[in-house]
């Protein structure tokens, strides 16, 4: 197995080594082998942990102290974070479906769980500005973020 990693950091060098890796590698290696895999993953391990702890800390903290919602009886309780994340997640991420074989032969498709760890960082992203939005609408006031000296 061969793995090629490059860094990039603008469209112009993903261009270049894109078709780079293509004249060189892919085309080469497909003709005589037929098949391999190209994987894109972005490179920022720091965004993605500081999107996560930003849903994780302030805003759902905010979102369960500061809101209740009314239960079966009417009586307007609090959620826990864990009850608002899922709440949450099945609100406004995307819905994800499978196929899948049954033991008789016949092909279905089954909705996934919604998952907050199975999306990539840009729908992350989106997801937790849309939380923020329609909590700030719900009256959720969030704190301010203290700023470094610097």
Sequence with gaps: MT?????????????GVMNLMY???????TQAHGHGVLIWQTASDYRRHQL???FHGPVLTAIAEQLLLPDSTGKKVRWTKAAWKKALSQEFLP??????????GEIKVRELRASTEAVD?????????????????EGVQFPEEEQEDT
Excluded: G
């Design 3 to 15: 793995t090629i990693a490059r860094h990039i950091t603008s469209p112009r060098q993903a261009h």
């Design 23 to 29: 004249q060189e590698v892919i085309k080469p290696y």
């Design 52 to 54: 996560r702890k930003m």
């Design 95 to 104: 819905a994800r479906f499978e196929e899948y074989t049954t033991p008789a």
């Design 121 to 137: 960082d840009d729908t992350f992203a989106d997801f937790v500005l849309e939380v923020t939005a329609w909590a700030a609408n």
